[in-house]
């Protein structure tokens, strides 16, 4: 069973192998993944990375490799990882942070 499941979906969807080559940088990604998105997915999202920053405060990169296995170096340390992650989280909500329960644009 998939214990980060939104997460799972947005580091294989959008952060693969050839994620900077169809984009310029994560807010751009970031950008697609909120206009592809529903509300609960983005939620998901955000909950998914404060649990899993939550439970791998001590091992973190060991912990990103075993259980996503990116096709992204998402950082050389476990500090760096914890900063991708975190813009990653905030950029999930284009709202300033703030989480709306709304439909998605048509």
């Known amino acids: 069973m ?3 499941p939104y ?3 947005l580091l294989g969807g959008y952060f693969h192998q050839d994620a900077y080559d169809d984009a310029e940088n994560d807010e ?11 509300d609960y997915q983005r939620l998901g999202v955000r909950a ?3 649990r899993f920053l939550h ?7 060991a912990a990103i490799e075993r259980t996503f296995h990116p096709s992204l170096i998402l ?8 900063e991708w992650l975190t813009k990653i ?6 709202q300033g942070g703030e989480i709306l329960l709304q ?3 048509a």
């Open 7 to 9: 997460l799972s979906e």
């Open 2 to 4: 998939d214990s980060y």
């Open 28 to 38: 751009e990604i970031m950008r697609g993944f909120r206009r592809s998105s529903w």
């Open 103 to 105: 439909s998605p644009p």
């Open 75 to 82: 950082g050389k340390t476990d500090a760096e990882a914890r």
């Open 48 to 50: 998914d990375i404060r």
């Open 55 to 61: 439970q791998h405060r001590g091992d973190l990169l």
């Open 89 to 94: 989280e905030s950029l999930a909500d284009d």
